[in-house]
């Protein structure tokens, strides 16, 4: 039988939902969402899950992870229950409940322990750098070698436990039957919306933002590769150096559009954000900021006079590393790609 948490209502709220419980179940989000359907119908269901406690029935669901927060439901829901960010919350919840140091659900509930996390990271840099006697050579060629082993150790101790946990509450615990030759042949729709999120694109009007998404994406992915594999801060082929210019600055410029829309909240999807929306934002913009920079004082031979502009990048590097690629929201990223292949698993 499904556990009811009478609390669960309660819990959400630290996951960025109010007032949900104002819904009196007339099912006009479900209707007017483009994506819901007969087999995967939401978001009405989730909300009276929520409302009712069904822990176990929201973490065996990958409901949450098929909605794209266009915020449509919310604009139309006669009760202001903000069903769309009733969503988003879920997926935070979600996040907290796959990863087992638990580290996650800390830090999207506490503010100050986010903060207290950056600063510690940031310290730690500082200390490095200290111990090294701020030898510019021997921290840069560290700090190559720390995001190779930052992204190694990252996803083989947080991340992959966590995806077994995912499946663990979706297929094996619910008792879902997967022939295995399915997991094999599925593996195409997990790649295809890791890099093109294609589903998004049956959001109503969603085509620029599906676009900014892609070429971030893209942009992002191609940076990691440029600066682990291609040492770009060391590089001297012109074609790598220009690579890397080009995709720190698509990083920049789609981030900044991005930030801009939460300032001005114009959109329904931009109007609740939470700390872990503007850490994701923030860092993804200055990441491809320094980055930048870091490479032009490269190039104009200022960077050995300017050591804090490469400690300010390895601070903000590592705070992404350690804190939001693992317990952040760019988890959202990957578990929904994985959400798409476990639905796919889930039709056999
Ligand atoms: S969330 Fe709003 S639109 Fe959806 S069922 Fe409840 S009251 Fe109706
Ligand atoms: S936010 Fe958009 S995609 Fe998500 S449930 Fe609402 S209408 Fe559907």
């Known amino acids: 039988m499904a556990r009811v948490n009478p609390e669960f209502a309660t819990e959400l709220t630290k996951y960025g939902i ?17 994506l819901s359907t007969e087999e995967n119908s939401f978001p009405r269901e989730m909300v009276r899950c929520s409302t009712l406690g069904l822990e176990d029935d929201i973490k065996a ?7 794209y927060y266009c915020g449509e439901c919310s604009s139309n829901c006669p009760r202001e229950a903000k069903p769309g960010e009733l969503m988003m919350s879920l997926r935070r919840w979600l996040t907290a409940a796959y990863d087992w140091t638990g580290l996650s659900g800390l830090l999207y509930k506490s503010l100050p322990l986010s903060i207290t996390a950056f600063v510690l990271v940031a310290a730690a840099v500082i200390g ?3 111990s090294e006697g701020f030898n ?12 190779m082993i930052a992204i190694a150790a990252v996803f083989a101790i947080i991340l992959l436990p966590n995806l077994i946990r995912m499946w ?28 093109t999120q294609k589903r998004s694109l049956g959001c109503d009007d969603n085509q620029v933002r599906w676009f900014e998404h892609f070429i971030l994406v893209i942009g992002y992915l191609a ?18 150096i220009v690579l890397g210019y080009v995709e720190s600055a698509i ?3 789609v981030t900044i559009d991005f930030v801009s829309s939460r300032i001005k909240k114009k ?6 954000s939470q700390p872990s929306d503007w850490f994701f934002v923030i860092w993804l913009l200055l990441m491809g900021l320094t980055a930048f920079i870091v490479r032009m004082f490269i190039d104009i031979h200022i960077i050995e006079n300017n050591i804090w502009m490469y400690l300010f990048h390895l601070i903000v590097l590592a705070q992404w590393a350690l804190i939001i690629v693992p317990f952040g929201k760019w988890t959202h990223f990957l578990y929904r790609s994985f959400a798409m292949y476990m639905a796919k698993l889930k039709e056999a």
């Open 136 to 147: 510019l050579e021997k921290i840069m060629h560290v700090g190559h070698y720390f995001e």
């Open 267 to 272: 959109k329904e999807v931009s109007k609740n």
């Open 128 to 130: 490095f750098s200290i």
């Open 61 to 67: 669901s990958l409901k949450p992870w098929l909605c």
């Open 251 to 253: 990083i920049f410029v």
């Open 223 to 240: 940076l990691l590769f440029t600066t682990v594999f291609l040492d770009w801060f060391s590089a001297t082929n012109l074609f790598v």
């Open 18 to 34: 109010s007032d949900f419980k104002a819904c009196y179940n007339c099912g006009n989000c479900t209707a007017i969402c483009s």
């Open 168 to 195: 663990y509450f979706v297929i094996l615990k619910p008792k879902v039957k997967v022939p295995f030759k399915k997991y094999v042949t599925s593996l195409g729709e997990l790649f295809i919306h890791m890099f």
